[in-house]
């Protein structure tokens, strides 16, 4: 079992960044890839981005490639979105997620985080 906590969230104007985190605790949590989606108001699920348990390989949605960053600290169980020149369509909750492989579909991934609110003024 892995259980997932978010933190970072919040209101920012277009342009701006912030830095999600997301931090995994339960047993070997640093063997799992982990992922990042968002949901908007109104909208399906959306990959954002993954990155395999080693750090190697990362996959970006076409939407985010150039602005997002994800990236993972594993002595801290820890992995990162950093989220630069923000849109207001960015505006979405995010929620991370841990499987055994980095995909791009939700369900490759076993367990899910509460999610962290961000919205994006324009």
């Known amino acids: 079992q892995v259980q997932l906590i978010e933190s970072g969230g919040g209101l920012v104007q277009a342009g701006d960044s912030l830095r999600l985190s997301c931090v995994a605790s339960?047993?070997?949590?640093?063997?799992?890839?982990m992922g990042w989606f968002r949901q908007a108001p109104g909208k399906e699920r959306e990959f954002v981005a993954s990155i395999s348990w080693g750090g190697r390989t990362t996959n970006y949605a076409e939407s985010v490639k150039g602005r997002f960053t994800i990236s993972r600290d594993n002595a801290k169980n820890t992995v990162y979105l950093q989220m630069n020149s923000l849109k207001p369509e960015d505006t979405a909750v995010y929620s991370c997620?841990?499987?055994?492989?980095?995909?791009?579909?939700?369900?490759?991934?076993?367990?899910w985080g509460q999610g962290t609110q961000v919205n994006v003024a324009s």
């Open positions: 339960g047993r070997t949590a640093s063997d799992y890839a």
């Open positions: 997620a841990a499987g055994r492989v980095a995909v791009t579909r939700p369900s490759g991934f076993l367990y």
